[in-house]
């Protein structure tokens, strides 16, 4: 893999992480501002609910790309030893948030180095 398509794909695969700091700081704000009066009419969605709804699925959608993407690249590279690489495909289904920043670092970016 070349660095721009490594570089590409950890941006993308920080995403997630970064959007779940997003959401619950989302989240929070709307509560913060329904205690202070900031309630929509009745029927009215907030505009800020419109807008972190599809993006919440989007994120959802991409998380399963990336899975997707991960597993495909443990079992196509010589990168990964072989006796690791159903340990890290369950790994990466399971903890796929935590577990895909740690693959990237270790399988990807830092055998760019090498």
Same mark, same amino acid.
């Given at each position: 893999?070349? #660095?721009? #398509?490594?570089?590409?794909?950890?941006?993308?695969?920080?995403?997630?992480?970064?959007?779940?700091?997003?959401?619950?700081?989302?989240?929070?704000?709307?509560?913060? +501002?329904?205690?202070?009066?900031? *309630?929509?009419?009745?029927?009215?969605?907030?505009?800020?609910? *419109?807008?972190?709804?599809? &993006?919440? $699925? &989007?994120?959802?959608?991409?998380?399963? /790309?990336?899975?997707?993407?991960?597993?495909?690249?443990?079992?196509?590279?010589?990168? /990964?030893?072989?006796? #690791?690489?159903?340990?890290?495909?369950? /790994?990466? $289904?399971?903890?796929? +948030?935590?577990?895909?920043? /740690?693959?990237?670092? &270790?399988?990807?970016? *830092?055998?760019?180095?090498?």
């Amino acid at each position: 893999m070349t #660095k721009p #398509k490594a570089l590409i794909l950890g941006g993308c695969t920080v995403w997630p992480i970064l959007y779940m700091f997003l959401f619950i700081g989302t989240m929070f704000s709307q509560v913060i +501002m329904m205690d202070f009066g900031g *309630k929509p009419a009745a029927g009215e969605i907030p505009t800020v609910m *419109k807008i972190i709804f599809p &993006l919440h $699925f &989007l994120t959802m959608f991409w998380i399963f /790309v990336l899975v997707a993407v991960y597993i495909r690249h443990i079992f196509k590279t010589e990168v /990964v030893p072989q006796d #690791k690489k159903a340990l890290w495909a369950v /790994v990466i $289904f399971c903890g796929n +948030m935590i577990a895909m920043p /740690v693959y990237w670092y &270790l399988y990807i970016w *830092k055998k760019l180095d090498n």
